[in-house]
Each structure stands twice: as C-alpha cells, then as structure tokens.
C-alpha cells in the first residue's frame, strides 16, 4: 500500500502544469516556437487555399505539446502584422496519465483551445485581397524582435513559415521593378533598414507562384535564400502551393 502511495505521489510530480491562457508549462516554458505568417495581399485561386489548408494542417499537427504556435497575417504598413492566433498545444488526452489526470478533459481543453480553432483558421484568411505594398522583410523584422527575441524562447527551436508570393513590395525595394537581382536590393535602402537577425531560425516558404512575376521562380528562391542565409536564417523548404 505504502509503495503504491509512494508511486503515484511521484507521477502526480511529473504531471505538466499549463497556463491556462497560453496554454504553455508553467515551469520548463515553451520547448519550440513556430511563427506562420500569411501574406494575402493579392488574390488566391481556391484550389490554392485548399492546399494552403492542407499544408497548414500538417504543420499544426506538427507542434509536440508544449511547443508554442504563432499565427499571423501580414499587412500593406511595414511592421504592422495581424495576429490570429498564439498558444502552446497543452497535449490531448493521450498525453496524460489516467490515475494522476483527467485524460477525457485533457483533451477537450485539446481541441476546444488548440484543433478545432486552428482547422477553422484557414477558412478566415483573406483570399481576394489587393494591397498597393507588401512589406514582407519588413514583417519579417517586427516578428522576430516581438516574438523570437520574447525572453520565453531563448533557448528552444525557432521556426519560421511565411505563406506568401514573396515578391517584397514597398518604396524603399521593389521586386515588380527589380527583379529578383540580389545586388540592386543590397544598393537600395531596404538592405540595412529591414536587417534583422533570426536566431538560427528554420524557415519554410509556401509559395503562391504568381504568374505575372517577370523573372523565374528559381532565381526568386535563389534572392531568398541569400537573404535569410544574411540575416541568420536557414531557408529549407521552399514549396510551391497548387492551382498557381
């Protein structure tokens, strides 16, 4: 009897106690972060939203518990990104132990908390947009000094996943005017005022291939992936969406 007090008196320690607003370990703190953001500045076929929504899944499905999830939209002012959503996934029900938690009401605050809003987020995202910027390094920037430089993510894996046609859009570079040519956005200003440092951030690019772009899609992932290997990123992923 003693024994068996003794065991269950050890795994109530080892039950993971969240918060109940960011749903993140109270003690131990988020174990990764990963940031989404949408750029929807133009229109988008819906047989691309649908792959988007599929992708977004997957990369939902993705965050182990206690990883923290971020998702935002990115808007025509630099530096101006809409939130949509922030939490840690909390863990479902199978996460938890059945004699020291309650594992059927683990998983309803799972899914009322983390899946049901994140399978529905897709549907609210804006797919007929039209903005006259797209200040995309500039989001880029206001989203790592806001969010990966938050003293909670210090020391975890950071992630970054942009849902964008990438073409960077403002007056101080524009790709409709220069093309994806490295050295003319490194003479213009955006070079050192969209700087910024993303901490060894993993990053991945689902890419709406817009079909008025002037210059190959290469030659767009070649740009990018200078770019964020300057500014302490890792570009590994760079997809295609359908229906572009």
């Not at 819906?46 to 992708?55: I, P, S, V």
């Not at 863990?91 to 059945?98: A, E, R």
């Not at 910024?196 to 291939?209: E, Q």
Request: glycine share 8%.
């Amino acid at each position: 009897m003693f024994s068996g007090y003794v065991w269950l008196n050890v795994k109530a320690r080892d039950v993971v106690e969240t918060d109940a607003k960011t749903g993140c370990p109270t003690k131990a703190g988020p174990n990764s972060v990963t940031a989404v953001l949408f750029d929807t500045s133009d229109p988008v076929p819906q047989a691309t939203m649908e792959d988007l929504a599929n992708k977004f899944r997957q990369i939902a499905g993705s965050i182990k518990q206690g990883g923290y999830l971020w998702v935002g939209t990115l808007t025509a002012v630099p530096g101006d990104l809409k939130e949509l959503y922030a939490r840690c996934n909390p863990g479902d029900g199978s996460t938890v132990d059945v004699w020291t938690s309650n594992p059927g009401k683990h998983q309803r605050i799972w899914e009322e908390a983390f899946d049901k809003p994140l399978k529905e987020l897709p549907e609210h995202l804006p797919a007929d947009s039209q903005a006259d910027q797209s200040p995309i390094m500039a989001g880029i920037q206001k989203l790592k000094l806001s969010l990966f430089d938050n003293g909670m993510f210090d020391n975890v894996p950071k992630r970054l996943v942009l849902v964008s046609d990438m073409m960077e859009n403002t007056p101080a570079y524009s790709q409709y005017k220069a093309g994806a040519d490295y050295n003319a956005f490194k003479k213009s200003p955006a070079n050192s005022r969209f700087r910024t440092d993303l901490l060894g951030a993993d990053v991945t690019i689902l890419y709406f291939n817009r079909p008025e772009r002037k210059f190959p899609s290469v030659d767009h992932a070649n740009f990018w992936t200078q770019w964020f290997s300057e500014n302490g990123g890792n570009l590994s992923d760079f997809t295609k969406l359908e229906g572009m």
